[in-house]
């Protein structure tokens, strides 16, 4: 396995100075530093972990606390972020919690094993004794997505604009009798942005047009019977959902009771999951920024670890995905 000195002897340089290069530092030429990175490359030379966690006072590795990889978007992320560290040296710990008792134990459990952590939080209130503890055990974390506003660095998702773009797409398309069909996670800012859209069109929004459902494809299926009432009665021609799952358990029931999609009514989702593009029709959905995310988080976190930079939070944005649903 070639080593360090390997590295400097081909390109004519001190080890030192192809350290400097391996570890970002400043004060190296861009014709050495590019040579070092060419070489090492061609000699398939990695730094050994060990080694550097010793002389750096660093575990190289990276705490992933997940609350649920079903979505799509969730699984880019994680790939992306376990990806680029791993180009880095850092091995990657990651724990399951599916509540927010079990995230509370999970930060615990690994935190003192890692340089720094990645939470996609459950969490349901602003107070988190586990995220206290790590503010003052000064373990570098960024939070993904929280459901409720919070003082930590975290990673926020503009939905409630996605939604206004949502019903700002069916009116120009022709429709305005609107309805959104949402579970109970998450539900708030689904209706705001709702809400927000009828209003910029100069829609009257009545309470009725909110359905709540459970969760994936049978809470979409479940709804059908109240949404083919409503079609009949009220004449409802655009529907915004929670999520693909549900827009695609709606979408196929109503298609077996004989509604034209999306020629009588236009269904849009939520995700821009994998299977999405390849329902009959194809469904359109907003879609929420997926790598991106996971590289602003691998940067912000590597650049808190290794030079102790204050980690910066972020919301990103929204946008619809156009396919023949609506």
Not at 37 to 62: N, S
Not at 127 to 140: D, F, G, N, R
Not at 224 to 236: D, G, W
Request: glycine share 8%.
């Amino acid at each position: 396995m070639p080593t360090i000195g390997d590295v400097a002897r081909h390109c004519g340089v001190s080890t030192r100075t192809v350290s400097r290069v391996l570890n970002d530092r400043p004060n190296v030429r861009p014709d050495v530093r590019q040579r070092v990175l060419q070489v090492a490359e061609q000699l398939g030379y990695r730094p050994d972990p060990t080694a550097r966690a010793l002389k750096l006072g660093h575990k190289h590795i990276i705490g992933i606390v997940a609350n649920a990889v079903s979505s799509d978007t969730t699984l880019r992320r994680i790939e992306v972020i376990s990806k680029l560290f791993a180009t880095s040296g850092y091995a990657v710990l990651m724990q399951f919690a599916e509540s927010p008792e079990m995230e509370e134990a999970a930060i615990h459990n690994i935190a003192i094993r890692c340089d720094g952590l990645v939470i996609f939080s459950n969490l349901h209130s602003a107070h988190s004794p586990a995220l206290h503890w790590l503010e003052t055990q000064k373990i570098p974390f960024i939070i993904v997505d929280p459901p409720v506003d919070l003082t930590f660095p975290a990673i926020h998702i503009d939905r409630r604009s996605g939604y206004r773009e949502g019903v700002r797409y069916l009116v120009q398309k022709g429709r305005r009798e609107l309805l959104l069909v949402v579970e109970s996670f998450r539900a708030s800012e689904r209706i705001a942005g709702f809400m927000e859209g009828l209003e910029r069109e100069g829609l009257r929004f009545r309470s009725s047009r909110i359905l709540h459902t459970a969760k994936g494809f049978q809470g979409g299926a479940d709804m059908a019977p109240a949404v083919l009432e409503l079609i009949n009665t009220e004449h409802i021609d655009g529907i915004l959902c929670h999520n693909d799952k549900i827009a695609l358990g709606l979408l196929g029931a109503l298609q077996q009771q004989g509604v034209s999609i999306p020629q009588e009514v236009a269904i849009i989702g939520f995700d821009d999951d994998g299977f999405s593009g390849y329902s009959n029709p194809p469904l359109t959905t907003i879609a929420q920024t997926g790598g991106d995310v996971g590289a602003f988080i691998y940067e912000q976190l590597k650049n808190a670890i290794e030079y102790g930079t204050a980690i910066e939070s972020r919301k990103f944005g929204t946008g619809l995905v156009l396919r023949a649903s609506a």
